[in-house]
């Protein structure tokens, strides 16, 4: 059964505190993807990856970075957290195999609330 | 880039309905689109998905029905359960960073009552 597991259900972080989220698959999938979801406003792209070490800005990458050291890992950080950070993050991966046409996993969500 | 538009925010039916959920996209040059199914506390669950040179899908209870002319899309849900309360988002290949990443509507949840 394909997985993709994130490190925390529930994260409680103060403003301007560093935070990691880390993200894994097992799936052997090249694309990771990382997304926030709001209500009203649905998943919004954060950053992709492609491939190890390589990454892209999505929508909405202003307060965050990421990282991608191995294949199947790809951490979402908040250099310093603020509060209006607080929501769901919901980690996807999807294979190239096939081309384009490849749906995303998502793993179960992050929800981090900034005090 | 891409858009992709919600038609309703809650959509409420009895069970044992037949239930329809849009979607509508920008880009005409869309060429891959997807439903996604979030239940309460889980991350989305693909249903099916469906490409530009069909127009209509079908997979076990759900149909998928694409209008490339209006740019309208479309997930029927037949005899809907309790079950299939949920949040449902359509997903459109082609975001706006220039790569081939999915752009999603705002979400549509669906309450089924008994």
């Known amino acids: 059964d394909v997985k993709v597991t994130q490190s925390s259900r529930y994260l409680v972080k103060r403003t301007g505190e560093k935070v990691f989220l880390e993200c894994v698959q097992d799936?052997?999938?090249?694309?990771m993807f990382w997304y926030r979801q709001d209500p009203g406003l649905g998943l919004r792209l954060i950053y992709f990856?492609?491939?190890?070490?390589?990454?892209e800005k999505g929508d909405i990458p202003e307060g965050y970075s990421v990282s991608r050291e191995k294949k199947e890992r790809f951490s979402l950080i908040l250099e310093s957290a603020s509060t209006n950070q607080t929501s769901m993050y919901l980690c996807?991966?999807?294979?190239?195999?096939?081309?384009?046409?490849?749906?995303?996993?998502f793993g179960p969500g992050t929800r981090l609330t900034v005090l | 880039g891409e858009s992709v538009g919600l038609h309703l925010p809650t959509l409420s039916v009895q069970e044992g309905d037949n239930s329809i959920i849009n979607c509508a996209y920008s880009?005409?040059?869309?060429?891959?689109f997807i439903w996604y199914k979030q239940e309460s506390g889980k991350g989305p669950q693909f249903i099916i998905d469906?490409?530009?040179?069909?127009d209509k899908r079908q997979g076990q209870r759900v149909t998928v029905l694409l209008n490339k002319t209006v740019k309208h899309l479309s997930l029927q849900i037949a005899a809907t359960q309790p079950g299939d309360s949920a949040v449902y988002f359509c997903?459109?290949?082609?975001?706006?960073?220039?790569?081939?990443?999915?752009?999603f509507g705002k979400g549509t949840m669906l309450l089924v009552s008994p």
């Open positions: 990856s492609y491939d190890v070490k390589m990454k």
């Open positions: 997903a459109v290949l082609g975001g706006n960073s220039g790569y081939s990443t999915l752009t």
């Open positions: 880009n005409s040059a869309s060429d891959y």
């Open positions: 799936m052997d999938h090249e694309n």
């Open positions: 469906i490409r530009s040179n069909m």
């Open positions: 996807a991966s999807s294979s190239v195999a096939g081309g384009l046409y490849n749906e995303q996993f």
